[in-house]
Antibody, heavy 118, light 109 residues
Framework: QVQLVQSGAEVKRPGASVKLSCKTS????????IHWVRQAPGQGLEWVGI????????NRARNLEDRVTLTQDRSTSTVYMELSSLRSGDTAIYFC???????????WGQGTLVTVSS | QTAVTQEPSLTVSPGGTVTLTCAPS?????????PNWFQKRPGQAPRALIY???NKHSWTPARFSGSLLGGKAALTLSGVQPEDEAEYYC?????????FGGGTKLTVL
């Protein structure tokens, strides 16, 4: 069955970086893009970025593109999201979700809580 | 960055019908925006309900439907159940980037 399994919770200091993983299984990895989405406490969902798994190119939200790096490891069907220069406003649950090209979003990861605190 | 507006909150009675809408700050929503709708309950990952305007997933209850209505993307719930109380988010495509609406908190009362 399709699964997106994310890495565990992280606690970081302001200014540090964090790298999250989203390990996929149960389907052909390069048949679906992987997006990252976050939800800060008491806030709505925010789109972070997309990994085009067949092509390897990425796109990121304008307010995060200087701090977010998306990478992938096709050998393990895993996508990574690294967020640098962390600040308290980055405290959120980060989700990965897959999309078949053309706007077909379906399965989500379970989410990873990132807490930024001094 | 483009803003996408949803009703902040709506209340509906059990068995009733309610329509949630999703609109960009400028212009109308068309099918080219590839509207998706998601349900979010506290403590859970979001769940996909509708993709590309009006298509349902195999797990989407029949009472949920998506459409374009007056230049907006719309999610209609007909015969609302208590378990439909949740937050609902739309997602629109902007040529390689995507933007979520602010979300609608639906109360079933």
């Amino acid at each position: 069955q399709v699964q997106l399994v994310q890495s565990g919770a992280e606690v970081k200091r302001p200014g540090a970086s964090v790298k999250l993983s989203c390990k996929t299984s149960g389907y052909i990895f390069t048949s679906y893009y992987i997006h990252w989405v976050r939800q800060a406490p008491g806030q709505g969902l925010e789109w972070v970025g997309i990994m085009n798994t067949p092509g390897g190119n990425t796109n990121r939200a304008r307010n995060l593109e200087d701090r977010v790096t998306l990478t992938q490891d096709r050998s393990t069907s895993t996508v990574y999201m690294e967020l640098s220069s962390l600040r308290s406003g980055d405290t959120a649950i980060y989700f990965c979700i897959r999309e078949k090209h053309g706007g077909y979003f379906d399965y989500w990861g379970q989410g990873t809580l990132v807490t930024v605190s001094s | 960055q483009t803003a996408v507006t949803q009703e902040p909150s709506l209340t509906v009675s059990p068995g009733g019908t309610v329509t949630l809408t999703c609109a960009p700050s400028t212009g109308a929503v068309t099918s080219a925006f590839l509207p998706n709708w998601f349900q979010k309950r506290p403590g859970q990952a979001p769940r996909a309900l509708i993709y590309t305007t009006s298509n349902k997933h195999s797990w989407t209850p029949a009472r949920f439907s998506g459409s374009l209505l007056g230049g907006k993307a719309a999610l209609t719930l007909s015969g609302v159940q208590p378990e439909d109380e949740a937050e609902y988010y739309c997602l629109l495509s902007y040529g390689g980037k995507w933007v979520f609406g602010g979300g609608t908190k639906l109360t079933v009362l």
